[in-house]
């Protein structure tokens, strides 16, 4: 069983939805991130947060809108998507960003369909 | 930034037979090596790691080490089962101000019965 959990495991939104994915960790992890995958790629960075705080953004375009609403909780908002956004987003925590030992656990990811 | 030259499948093998997965990787600074696995339909799980030359991680039955002189964290398990078909990602893990994991292209491994 995985320690990340990610709500829901499956949606499917209209290019005039708004939607959310949600994660949850409970290790006291401090760092969290979101990723997309594209079939047959390996996962791409979106965002990261560090102890709460925004501290990287990968050139995401605002369609996405993450929000970290304390240590356990990641959310990512979504709004007026495009059919190429259709990916699997996978969330994941590690302890600290600045502690390159410390692995990142990933949840089994939102599969995401934009009609 | 990190990179990585991940060995491109897809790797077919029968049951029992000898895995290698190549994997090598240019880092800013001593990076950490991770093996990171995604069987269908699931998230990526973390494999094996080594932090620092010459340790050797191990799980499962797999094992790889890292070597620093050749900037490689090689794959290996010495009989493969069907329930190990699955994509395979090597990712190095720089930390620090560079703290972005950076994944190879994966590999597709079956195992035939």
């Known amino acids: 069983d995985t320690e990340v959990t990610q709500t829901p495991k499956h949606l499917v939104m209209g290019m005039t939805n708004k939607k959310s994915l949600k994660c949850e960790q409970h290790?006291?992890?401090?760092?969290m991130y979101w990723y997309k995958q594209k079939a047959k790629k390996p996962p791409e960075l979106m965002f990261v947060?560090?102890?709460?705080?925004?501290?990287i953004n990968e050139s995401v375009p605002s369609r996405f809108s993450p929000e970290c609403p304390n240590s356990s909780l990641l959310n990512l908002h979504l709004h007026a998507l495009q059919p190429e956004d259709s990916a699997l987003y996978l969330c994941a925590s590690s302890q600290s960003p600045q502690n390159y030992n410390s692995p990142l656990h990933f949840g089994n990811g939102t599969r995401l369909t934009v009609t | 930034g990190n990179s990585v030259t991940q060995m491109e499948g897809p790797v077919t093998l029968s049951e029992e037979a000898f895995l290698t997965i190549n994997c090598t990787y240019t880092?800013?600074?001593?990076?950490?090596l991770f093996w990171y696995v995604q069987y269908p339909g699931e998230g990526l799980q973390l494999l094996l790691k080594a932090t620092k030359a010459d340790d050797k991680g191990s799980n499962k039955g797999f094992e790889a080490t890292y070597r620093k002189e050749t900037t490689s964290f090689h794959l290996e398990k010495g009989s493969v089962q069907v329930s190990d078909s699955a994509v395979y990602f090597c990712?190095?893990?720089?930390?620090?101000?560079?703290?972005?994991?950076?994944f190879g292209k994966g590999t597709l491994l079956t195992v035939n019965p």
């Open positions: 290790m006291g992890h401090r760092a």
């Open positions: 990712a190095p893990y720089s930390g620090g101000s560079n703290y972005k994991l950076t």
């Open positions: 947060y560090s102890y709460e705080k925004l501290s």
């Open positions: 880092a800013t600074g001593y990076p950490s």
